[in-house]
């Protein structure tokens, strides 16, 4: 294809994409263009991840124990909760968010930045939901990769996310035998 061929390509189809936008955002403001950044990103994360497993020669299990399943399940969410919401790691949330309130116990609520490129991954950032998949991975490849240490670093998730509940259980238990 020669270069004017490929300019015309290029211009349409980055028109077909401006469309494509408008009719599907409904007026509202969609960042499809950092959305697909970011499903790009994750998709060479995950690639870089099984590429490393594979040239290490491990070989994947039949299927996940059910014990792992657990333990993955309680250090996702404990460790996206750390990275998306507690006030500790809002420095890493900083350059993409803005802080609007503190929302539980040691956590933040903040919005993602309305600038293109910083709103993406702002609602990454800030998203549990989100950061969950991108934690699932890593500890996926991590325990076929280095199975000891990525199950002791769950187990310490694990334990943190049972301490957390035991507080709040705790303090619920107290605010309802004093009335504080």
Request: aromatic fraction near 8%; charged fraction near 20%.
């Amino acid at each position: 294809m020669d270069t004017a061929a490929e300019s015309r390509f290029a211009g349409r189809l980055h028109r077909l994409l401006q469309r494509t936008g408008r009719s599907y955002s409904a007026g509202n403001d969609q960042p499809l263009g950092g959305y697909l950044v970011a499903m790009t990103g994750f998709a060479a994360y995950t690639a870089a991840w099984a590429t490393a497993v594979r040239l290490r020669g491990r070989p994947l299990p039949d299927r996940p124990e059910p014990w792992d399943v657990v333990l993955t399940s309680v250090a996702t969410f404990r460790l996206s909760r750390l990275l998306s919401k507690a006030s500790v790691t809002s420095p890493l949330r900083a350059p993409f968010t803005r802080y609007v309130g503190p929302q539980g116990p040691g956590e933040l609520h903040e919005e993602a930045q309305p600038e293109d490129g910083k709103r993406t991954a702002g609602e990454l950032a800030t998203c549990p939901f989100c950061m969950s998949v991108w934690i699932t991975s890593t500890l996926t490849a991590g325990q076929l990769l280095w199975p000891r240490a990525t199950r002791t670093a769950m187990g310490a998730l694990a334990a943190v996310a049972g301490a957390d509940t035991l507080q709040l259980a705790y303090g619920a238990l107290v605010e309802k035998t004093t009335g504080e």
